[in-house]
């Protein structure tokens, strides 16, 4: 038997792969923006724009920024083979910008009032990595 293979029949983990510069950009703190700029497909400098936002109280800002990092991520997704359902685990650290961005979005479709986006996007981090949703939560 394969290592990590998923005895119920369903669609394997999705694993994104790795892009450390705008990781280690922001945990040199650059501004978000700037990385933002330079690496604009990365889903983690989104998500990181969109919690900077949200402390700040710049909910419909924050909106917009999550669902950029939300698509980027569905985007990047896709081209690893995912099919639009199937584990998405937060333990791959490559996941966690993409993951971040749907919590985002969710935090912020919920300040601004819009509850079955809320509901919509909390069930697909659920579903996508409970260890997210419990982690982000």
Known sequence: MAIHENLLGGPPPTHLPDDPEPRELLAAGKDPA???ARYPASSLVWAQL???????????????YARTGYHRGLDALRRS???GHGPVPFEHEPNRGFLRALHALARAAQAIGEEAEYERCTTFLRDSSPTAADTLG
């Open 34 to 36: 700037e990385v933002a």
């Open 50 to 64: 969109a919690d900077d936002a949200f402390a700040d109280g710049r909910v419909v800002e924050s909106y917009a």
């Open 81 to 83: 083979g995912w099919k």
